[in-house]
């Protein structure tokens, strides 16, 4: 079936120890993108790629970086991790258009000791 | 501001009864609103599109109405079930046209169906 992959489940790091978050579709979609949610809080959109196009939202802090390398894979740095940043990160697609609907993962769960 | 509410509180209802969660927003206009399901643990599952022009849209055992005047959206369930315990996401979208959507959030309601 065509889904949308993310790997690890599970991470843990470190503070201030990089961690790279991996996203990979068989859906062929044009549109990547990064939410970000905490517990009990709605997803919030950190970037996302149109093809290899970058957008990054306003507020997203630098610490956070991603990479497109091609259609299917999308990851997501972030350099120095502190402890505000343990959070569920989801990844979705969607297709070309100002109408989709998203098609997410099932997410990596980040904790931060 | 712009803000999204969602039923803070869990919702608990009696299973074969119908369910109504609630999605109100300040100072958005949206193009399009979109439900989604989501499980502990879990991503988000797309549900039901509604565009603003649309004041209701069903499917199977779901409704969703779309009232701009009142900058409100209803999500129905009717005889609910148990598998439908879930927390359920509304997400405006605010269709700003080109070649992608970007859906804003909110926090979601849980739904708690008691057999």
């Known amino acids: 079936d065509a889904m949308v992959i993310q790997n690890p489940r599970y991470q843990v790091t470190q503070f201030g120890k990089p961690v790279t978050l991996s996203c990979s579709q068989t859906l062929n979609h044009n549109v990547m993108y990064w939410y970000q949610q905490k517990s009990s809080q709605a997803p919030k959109l950190l970037f996302h790629?149109?093809?290899?196009?970058?957008?990054n939202e306003a507020d997203t802090p630098d610490n956070f970086q991603s990479r497109r390398p091609n259609t299917s894979f999308c990851f997501l740095d972030i350099r120095s991790p502190g402890l505000g940043d343990a959070a569920m990160y989801l990844c979705?697609?969607?297709?070309?258009?100002?109408?989709?609907?998203?098609?997410f993962g099932s997410g990596t769960q980040l904790s931060v000791l | 501001s712009q803000k999204i509410e969602q039923n803070s509180e869990a919702l608990n209802i009696q299973e074969g009864k119908t369910a109504t969660l609630t999605c109100n927003y300040t100072?958005?206009?949206?193009?399009?609103l979109q439900w989604y399901r989501q499980d502990p643990g879990r991503g988000p599952v797309f549900l039901l599109l509604i565009r603003e022009n649309e004041k209701e849209k069903r499917k199977e055992r779901l409704k969703v109405t779309f009232d701009t005047t009142l900058k409100q959206s209803l999500f129905h369930i009717t005889a609910s079930q148990p598998a439908d315990s879930a927390t359920y996401l509304c997400a405006l979208d605010m269709g700003w046209g080109g070649a992608t959507n970007k859906l804003i959030f909110g926090t979601g309601t849980l739904l708690a169906v008691q057999p």
């Open positions: 979705a697609t969607s297709g070309r258009g100002s109408n989709e609907k998203l098609f």
């Open positions: 790629y149109y093809d290899k196009d970058f957008n």
């Open positions: 100072n958005y206009s949206p193009a399009y």
